[in-house]
């Protein structure tokens, strides 16, 4: 019993105090009798708390009821993700196309540049008239591969490639021609007024004309030249000998590339200071 204020006679009153609403073992409170049961999964509203209504929306757990008059608000739109997705997809197809094209074209630039230089071995017997290189020279300028040794009456000509399998993936051309003027009735002036022929017309565009000297009375070496990479020409006594050195670098470009001329230069020089102790 709680005692309260005392009424006018002075007696103070009394009024029963009611006891603590019953709790199931999980803490919360059981439904007095006459109340609503709840749903399964929904918690049993606290004392002074409405019942919800048939078609009124449960609070989430540990959220007051709404009081009567207000609406429940109601929850909250997911965001699609539709868009997302198609950027996605938009962004994605062409990314994989070009990375398609690519790597396709890599694999067949691949395919290109590991290809081995040159053709088999030709079996064309060797000239005494070409038999002027050593065996390494001919391996250090990728051109083992005898093809043609055609000898005339006062000149001929020899021509090297590569062998395939043998000297690399980039191709390498080596031409000598030899001309002799022995038998014309003043065969030096001949021969000198050939060369300076052939020195006073070298095919313009070339990058550089430079006088070289060797085993040999005169010469001047082309390099980059319409003709070929290095071209070197000289004169010894009654002979003028023209030889060219040319090749292609392979890339993963769309084209390849004529190689390097300081390279083609030195290796025409090798050769003419090997050859021309021999003519």
Not at 110 to 125: C, K, L, M, N
Not at 198 to 219: F, L, M
Request: proline letters at 15%; glycine letters at 10%; charged letters at 20%.
């Amino acid at each position: 019993m709680n005692p309260q204020q005392p009424d006018p006679s002075g007696q103070p009153q009394y009024q029963p105090q009611q006891p603590p609403a019953p709790q199931n073992p999980q803490g919360q409170p059981v439904p007095q009798a006459g109340q609503p049961v709840p749903p399964p999964g929904q918690p049993v509203p606290q004392a002074g708390q409405p019942f919800p209504q048939p078609g009124q929306a449960v609070p989430p757990p540990g959220q007051p009821f709404p009081q009567p008059g207000y609406p429940v608000p109601p929850p909250p739109k997911k965001k699609s993700r539709v868009g997302c997705i198609l950027a996605v997809i938009l962004v994605s197809i062409p990314m994989l196309l070009i990375g398609l094209v690519g790597g396709g074209y890599l694999y067949f630039r691949h395919q290109h540049v590991t290809e081995p230089a040159g053709q088999a071995p030709s079996g064309e017997p060797m000239v005494s008239e070409c038999d002027l290189l050593s065996e390494k020279t001919l391996r250090d300028l990728h051109t083992t591969n005898f093809v043609s040794g055609a000898v005339g009456e006062t000149s001929f000509t020899c021509m090297w490639r590569p062998t395939k399998g043998k000297d690399g993936t980039n191709e390498r051309y080596l031409d000598i021609n030899v001309a002799d003027y022995a038998d014309y009735s003043e065969p030096t002036e001949e021969a000198e007024s050939n060369y300076d022929y052939e020195r006073q017309n070298v095919p313009p565009g070339a990058t550089r004309i430079t006088d070289v000297s060797g085993p040999w009375d005169a010469g001047y070496l082309v390099g980059d030249g319409e003709l070929a990479a290095a071209e070197l020409v000289f004169r010894k006594g009654t002979k003028v000998v023209s030889l060219s050195y040319d090749g292609t670098d392979k890339s993963y470009g769309l084209e390849d590339g004529r190689m390097p001329i300081e390279e083609a230069e030195a290796a025409a020089k090798k050769v003419a200071e090997e050859i021309a102790p021999k003519l």
